[in-house]
């Protein structure tokens, strides 16, 4: 049918199960926040759910820097907020690279005007802490060292503290993405010194896609503040966007998606209500369990055992089949979403993610019966 504007009615998503890489399935407590009435972005009743959300988020983060917040806009904008705020032309910035997230880190760099240095790691593989030990010593004049946590593309787990302790043990400040890990596997700002750290609502937060939860420590905030040029984007200046995030200012900066606020105020909450450790924990015992029915069904897994994510099981397509067909039957016929590989990994290996509301046994259950009658 050609598509004209007088063909045009109201668009009505179909009910799916979220089971790829992100965003995964809301639950309808927060879905029911999202739909409430939008009021002013500088409403006193907006203004006091801002600062529940930061108590939230720092409790998300496991934080006390004042500087937290959401930032608004996907996690790639959380993550150009870090790099742009922290990297000036001419820096030197160390990149871990283990998968599609680190070659982004790579393209924020240059375009700052900074000089990277990489450090490889081969897709599915954590980063290796020598590696980035033997960088540092190479590059003693490194300001910055940035790399993924959780590494979506492969579903590789990083030591993040580690990877941290080494920065500094260099001068360096740290750049984490904790996109995918927020929520689905420990991440401890504070006790592990982490400076700068960018997180996504979509993934284990499970709320509406296109918020970037932020936090950014004293020596980020220092660094930030000795800045020689202004930060060259305005939309995601730190000095400007604060105007309006803190509370004793609190002027327009630009006007907050107000829906998708009441969402994530909703989500955190319900983090909040489980327990970030009993959150971890219900990823860590429905990873064993999808695990076990994967391997049953004589898939192997791409990451070794030591360095997987709960929330992002990856495993190799067996020789001979279609894993695009296989994908598209899921959703035409269990109407269940799973992803497919990227970059060098595309069309060789599926991802099921196991996220936030996603992470229910219900779903473990039904994505392998699905997979296993479409396998069959
Ligand atoms: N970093 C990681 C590890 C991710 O998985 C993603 C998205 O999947 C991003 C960054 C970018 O987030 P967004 O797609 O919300 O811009």
């Given at each position: 049918m050609t598509l004209t504007?007088?063909?045009i009615?109201?668009?009505?998503?179909?009910?799916?199960?979220?089971?790829?890489?992100?965003?995964?399935d809301m639950?309808?407590?927060?879905?029911?926040?999202?739909?409430q009435p939008v009021i002013g972005h500088l409403d006193p009743a907006f203004a006091g759910m801002m600062e529940e959300l930061k108590l939230l988020l720092r409790y998300a983060f496991q934080t006390e820097n004042a500087l937290t917040f959401p930032v608004s806009?996907?996690?790639s904008v959380g993550m150009e907020t870090?790099?742009?705020?922290?990297?000036?032309?001419?820096?030197?910035?160390?990149?871990?690279?283990?998968g599609v997230f680190g070659g982004r880190m790579i393209e924020n760099v240059e375009r700052c005007g900074g000089v990277a240095v990489v450090v490889e790691d081969a897709w599915g593989e954590a980063v290796d802490p020598q590696k980035l030990e033997d960088a540092l010593k190479a590059h003693p004049d490194a300001k910055v060292v940035a790399f993924v946590q959780a590494e979506t593309s492969t579903g590789a787990?990083?030591?993040?503290?580690?990877?941290?302790?080494?920065?500094?043990?260099?001068?360096?400040?740290s750049i984490v993405d904790a996109v995918t890990s927020l929520g689905g596997n420990p991440l401890r700002v504070d006790a592990w010194g982490a400076d700068a750290v960018y997180s996504g609502s979509q993934k284990c937060l499970s709320c509406t896609p296109g918020l970037s939860p932020v936090t950014f420590g004293e020596r980020a905030?220092?660094?930030?503040k000795n800045r020689k040029q202004k930060v060259q984007s305005w939309f995601m200046d730190l000095n400007l966007v604060l105007g309006y995030w803190d509370a004793a200012k609190r002027t327009y900066h630009h006007t907050a998606p107000i829906n998708s606020l009441y969402a994530l105020h909703e989500s955190l909450l319900m983090l909040k209500e489980e327990g970030l450790e009993?959150?971890?924990?219900?990823?860590?015992?429905?990873?064993?369990?999808?695990?076990?029915?994967?391997?049953?069904l004589g898939l192997g897994f791409v990451v070794k055992e030591e360095a997987r994510l709960p929330q992002l099981n990856a495993v190799h397509v067996p020789a001979g089949i279609d894993e695009a067909l296989v994908r598209r039957r899921l959703l035409e016929q269990f109407n269940l979403e799973i992803g497919a590989g990227l970059g060098p990994l595309a069309g060789k290996i599926w991802r099921f993610g196991l996220m936030g509301h996603s992470c229910r046994e219900e779903n473990v259950l039904l994505c392998l019966d699905a997979l296993a009658r479409t396998l069959a």
């Open positions: 504007l007088d063909s009615q109201s668009f009505h998503a179909p009910r799916r199960v979220l089971m790829g890489p992100g965003p995964s639950h309808p407590r927060v879905l029911t926040a999202l739909g806009g996907p996690g870090c790099f742009v705020n922290l990297v000036e032309p001419g820096d030197k910035v160390i990149v871990c690279r283990n787990l990083s030591d993040a503290q580690t990877l941290i302790e080494i920065a500094h043990r260099h001068g360096c400040l905030l220092e660094r930030l009993q959150a971890w924990a219900r990823h860590q015992r429905h990873h064993l369990a999808l695990r076990a029915g994967l391997e049953a």
